[in-house]
C-alpha cells in the first residue's frame, strides 16, 4: 500500500528566510503527490500536486515543490517564508490516478518568527 | 463557486447513540470522500463515493457507513457510537474520481 512521511513534527524558520518541508513517498507504481495545509479549526486547503511533466511544481501562495523520483522525495519550498504561513502541513500520495483512497502523512507543523 | 459545505460543524453525543454527518460537494463534482482525523492516527481514509456508489473503503469497522445521493451529497453514519470515535471528520470533493480533492471545513465529533 502506498504512504508517505513527513520526518519532521515540526518546522521553525525566521520570517523572510526560505523554508523547506520534507516529505518523502512509498508507492508501487506512478506516484500521485500532494500538499495540503491546515490552519485552526479549518479544513484541508490544497497546495499543490505532482502528476506527472516538470520535476518542480507551483502551487498557490508562493508554495512549490519539488519531485525526486530517485530519493522517493516531494519536498515543499518557499523562498520567502511569511509569518501567515505558520500552520500544519500535509503531504499525501495516491497509487493510482482513479482511487481517491489517499494516504496523508503526519503532519510538520510550520512556525514563521517575526 | 461555492466551496464544500459540511454540517453540522460541532456535534456532542454519548456513547452508544449513532450520528449522520453531511457533505455538500462543489457543484458538478461527483466524487465525495470522507476522512477521520485524529491526533492520535491522524488523517484516515474512510470511503469515496462517485454516483452514488461506494468505490473505495479503508480500514474502518461497520459501524461507519455512508451513502450519496443522486444530487452528489452524501451523508456518513456511525453507529454505536465510542469514546474513540471523537474526531473532525473531513469531506472532500473532486470533479472526476481522479481530480484534485478540495475538502470542507469538518464536522467536529465529540463523544462522551
Known amino acids: 500500500a502506498q504512504s508517505v512521511a513527513q520526518p519532521e513534527d515540526q518546522v521553525n524558520v525566521a520570517e523572510g528566510n526560505p523554508l523547506t518541508v520534507k516529505c518523502t513517498y512509498s508507492?508501487?507504481?506512478?506516484?500521485?503527490l500532494f500538499w495540503y495545509v491546515q490552519y485552526p479549526n479549518r479544513g484541508l486547503q490544497f497546495l499543490l500536486k505532482y502528476i506527472t511533466g516538470d520535476n518542480l511544481v507551483k502551487g498557490s501562495y508562493g508554495f512549490e515543490a519539488e519531485f525526486n523520483k530517485s530519493q522517493t522525495s516531494f519536498h515543499l519550498k518557499k523562498p520567502s517564508a511569511l509569518v501567515s504561513d505558520s500552520a500544519l502541513y500535509f503531504c499525501a500520495v495516491r497509487a493510482s490516478y482513479n482511487n481517491n483512497d489517499m494516504r496523508f502523512g503526519a503532519g510538520t507543523r510550520l512556525t514563521v518568527k517575526p | 463557486k461555492a466551496g464544500v459545505t459540511q454540517t453540522p460543524r460541532y456535534l456532542i453525543k454519548t456513547r452508544g447513540q449513532q450520528v449522520t454527518l453531511s457533505c455538500s460537494p462543489i457543484s458538478g463534482h461527483r466524487s465525495v470522500s470522507w476522512y477521520q482525523q485524529t491526533p492520535g492516527q491522524g488523517l484516515q481514509f474512510l470511503f469515496e463515493?462517485?454516483?452514488?456508489?461506494?468505490?473505495n473503503k479503508g480500514n474502518f469497522p461497520g459501524r461507519f457507513s455512508g451513502r450519496q445521493f443522486s444530487n452528489s451529497r452524501s451523508e456518513m453514519n456511525v453507529s454505536t457510537l465510542e469514546l474513540g470515535d471523537s474526531a473532525l471528520y473531513l469531506c472532500a470533493s473532486s470533479s472526476r474520481g481522479a481530480d484534485t480533492q478540495y475538502f470542507g471545513p469538518g464536522t467536529r465529533l465529540t463523544v462522551l
Open positions: 508507492v508501487s507504481g506512478n506516484p500521485y
Open positions: 463515493y462517485f454516483s452514488e456508489t461506494q468505490r
